[in-house]
């Protein structure tokens, strides 16, 4: 059977077996990490060995009204997030009110209570379901734990060109882009090309796994994923990808997806041979430029993590945390729970250690 199903909730295991209204939540969903194409992405070419995607719809009125895509493992149910998902939020249909909204997370809460322990990642802190899940699980019964889980760098660049733009940042990082643009531009065979079209793409994927294969890159997890996600975006004419050459070597590759005037880098990488010629920064600004001169972006996004370099580039962190929904009447959640005081105890032990 492709679902199973209660009073109020019903779970399928794949995209096709979604009623229309649920794969509505995910057309309609902002940005690309909930849209239909980023899971038909992650379920060909991100999935753990042995893992199922378990797609939680929730029921009202015989109306499907929330949807939260879920990884089921063999003893374990998590977000269906990846290394690659810079955020995960619980999808509510538009216009629903408060007692809505929190009874259909109250529901969701139910069917985690059955799992001693779901983790959910990769959630916003701004997220406006976050309170709704956080009431509906307590309402549930369940305990919830948070952590936090990583950084994102982000800036509003509304109605800004380049130069603006590169006034704001920072002054040694605006000289260190000025310098090194005036040094790339008098390179006789450097090149920058921006392919964005489908039939560019055999270009694009032989260019990334080119430069990755030569970057200081740890390999991939899921080493088909990066160029099965451009293909994607670049039919979904989101796709803005990045290439600087010096004569026939792709050096620097960054992979852009531009949505709704969003702009966010998901990967990128350079060939430290070239390292001298500073070819992230190098490619970098020329994205920023571009996208800012003629894509007219109006936020730029700098993914997953808190890597130094982005602080100049974007001003603005947003934090992504993680949640633990913990049913402490199962012997799972009871364990967990007492996992987590003895770590607590620990920690304050430390802490007490370390100023005595």
Same mark, same amino acid.
């Given at each position: ?12 295991? =794949? ?16 940005? *690309? ?6 899971? $038909? ?6 999935? %753990? ?29 998590? @977000?269906? =997030?990846? %290394?690659? &998902? ?24 139910? +069917? ?15 997220? &406006? ?12 019964? /369940? ?6 889980? +990583?950084?994102?760098? $982000? ?12 006034? !704001? ?7 260190? *882009? !000025? ?42 997890? +899921?080493?088909? +994923? ?9 039919? $979904?004419? =989101?796709?803005?990808? #990045?290439?600087? &050459? ?36 190098? /490619? =970098? ?14 936020? *730029?996004?700098?993914? !997953? ?10 001003? $603005?962190?947003?934090?992504?945390? #993680?949640?633990?929904? *913990?049913?402490?009447? @199962? ?26």
């Amino acid at each position: 059977m492709p679902f199973t199903s209660c009073a109020d909730l019903q779970v399928v295991t =794949t995209l096709e077996h979604l009623p229309p209204e649920a794969l509505a939540l995910l057309d309609d969903a902002p940005g *690309i990490f909930a849209s239909r194409s980023w899971w $038909q992405v992650v379920l060909a070419h991100a999935m %753990p060995a042995g893992a199922t995607p378990a797609f939680v719809q929730i029921r009202s009125a015989g109306r499907v009204v929330a949807l939260l895509p879920l990884l089921r493992t063999a003893n374990r149910l998590t @977000s269906l =997030t990846t %290394p690659y &998902s810079c955020d995960y939020t619980p999808l509510l249909a538009a216009g629903l009110d408060p007692p809505a909204r929190l009874a259909a997370m109250t529901a969701f809460a139910r +069917f985690c209570r059955g799992h001693g322990m779901v983790r959910l990642d990769a959630l916003p802190v701004e997220c &406006s379901a976050l309170e709704d899940l956080r009431a509906g699980a307590r309402q549930a019964g /369940l305990r919830v734990l948070h952590f936090e889980h +990583f950084g994102n760098w $982000q800036e509003e660049v509304k109605g800004l060109d380049w130069s603006t733009y590169l006034h !704001r940042r920072p002054g040694a990082l605006r000289e260190t *882009i !000025r310098r090194r643009l005036r040094r790339a531009e008098k390179l006789p065979d450097a090149r920058f090309d921006l392919l964005t079209e489908p039939d560019q793409l055999d270009i694009a994927a032989g260019a990334f796994e080119s430069v990755y294969r030569r970057s200081w890159k740890q390999p991939e997890p +899921f080493p088909s +994923f990066n160029v099965a996600l451009m293909r994607a975006m670049a039919t $979904q004419r =989101t796709l803005r990808f #990045g290439l600087w &050459s010096i004569g026939a070597d792709p050096v620097a590759v960054q992979i852009w997806v531009l949505k709704d005037g969003h702009a966010i880098v998901l990967k990128l990488a350079h060939d430290e041979a070239f390292k001298a010629h500073s070819p992230g920064t190098v /490619l =970098t600004a020329l994205m920023l430029r571009h996208l800012l001169d003629h894509d007219h972006a109006e936020h *730029i996004d700098f993914g !997953r993590g808190d890597d130094a370099y982005k602080q100049g580039w974007a001003t $603005q962190r947003r934090r992504r945390i #993680g949640l633990l929904l *913990i049913n402490p009447r @199962s012997a799972a959640g009871a364990a967990h729970l007492l996992r987590h005081a003895a770590g607590r105890l620990r920690d304050a032990l430390r802490r007490r250690t370390a100023t005595a």
